[in-house]
């Protein structure tokens, strides 16, 4: 069974390595894209979770869906302008330093301190960043796009926390409350979103939209479910070559020793940050 949600939760990783090439391509702007995609999935899910299981919802895992919704929507909206102002590797190595904000959080939300090795780390990812910045310059948009997308990984790192704590409510229910409230934040740009599409535009935000939020966010979600999240967070961080690879392949995004290093340091970082996490586990 476990190998049947592996080989899903790598489908769903090439599949999110490949996303960011479609962001930067389409025409339409982050908020246009966030409206199309979570409209898609809000369709599909509503048919998956079913009526039923929504209206047995209480007052208070509405409230818990509702939290959920707007930190999932505002790290969306971040993730996608970041793709937008640098290149879609840029975007996906800074929010794949989610793990490191996580350290913090814990601490913060759990009262659990960060350890020597967390905070070497963290420091070995500040470098990592420091060398696939172009200029510290908030005029160069990749740089501009790189704080942005690390910003993203800020709530990215707090939707874990949250879903703990609501795990009760059904996954697909959960998706769907996800989806829904995150509309909530694209919504409030409506007056920014652009529609003056062509077909090809059209068809990249259907690919987004099927493909990249329906089938990837669905497998991941029944991958996260099944396989222990050290697994699964190893898992994810494929998704920053991947991405490299296809933004060299199809954008031809240039590729330098130290944007490779750089990135090197900061998958690095973050994966060696979820093994001490799980050996700490198994000691406890």
Not at 208 to 236: D, K, Q, Y
Not at 246 to 261: A, G, I, P
């Amino acid at each position: 069974m476990n190998s049947r949600y592996y080989i899903e939760g790598l489908i769903a990783v090439v599949i999110f390595g490949i996303t960011p090439v479609f962001i930067k391509e389409v025409t339409a702007n982050a908020y246009t894209i966030g409206v199309v995609r979570l409209a898609i999935g809000i369709v599909f899910l509503y048919l998956v979770a079913g009526p039923r299981n929504i209206g047995k919802l209480s007052a208070r895992e509405w409230r818990a869906l509702l939290w959920i919704g707007l930190l999932f929507g505002a790290h969306w909206v971040t993730y996608f302008i970041s793709v937008k102002l640098s290149t879609p590797s840029m975007a996906i190595l800074s929010v794949s330093s989610f793990g490191l904000h996580m350290i913090y959080l814990n601490w913060i939300i759990k009262g659990v301190r960060p350890k020597l090795t967390d905070l070497v780390a963290v420091a070995v990812a500040v470098v990592g960043i420091f060398l696939i910045v172009p200029d510290f310059d908030l005029n160069n948009n990749v740089t501009s796009g790189i704080l942005v997308g690390l910003v993203s990984a800020m709530f990215f790192a707090f939707l874990p926390f949250v879903q703990q704590r609501h795990q009760k409510i059904d996954s697909m229910t959960r998706a769907f409350g996800q989806y829904t409230f995150a509309m909530l934040v694209f919504l409030a740009f409506s007056t920014e979103t652009n529609w003056d599409l062509t077909q090809l535009d059209w068809i990249y935000l259907a690919i987004l939209g099927v493909i990249c939020t329906v089938v990837a966010h669905t497998l991941w979600l029944r991958a996260t479910t099944m396989l222990p999240p050290t697994n699964t967070s190893l898992i994810f961080y494929l998704g920053s070559p991947i991405a490299m690879f296809t933004s060299y392949l199809f954008l031809d995004e240039e590729m330098n020793t130290e944007k490779v290093l750089g990135a090197g340091l900061i998958i690095s970082a973050n994966v060696f940050g979820v093994i001490l996490r799980r050996r700490r586990r198994q000691k406890a």
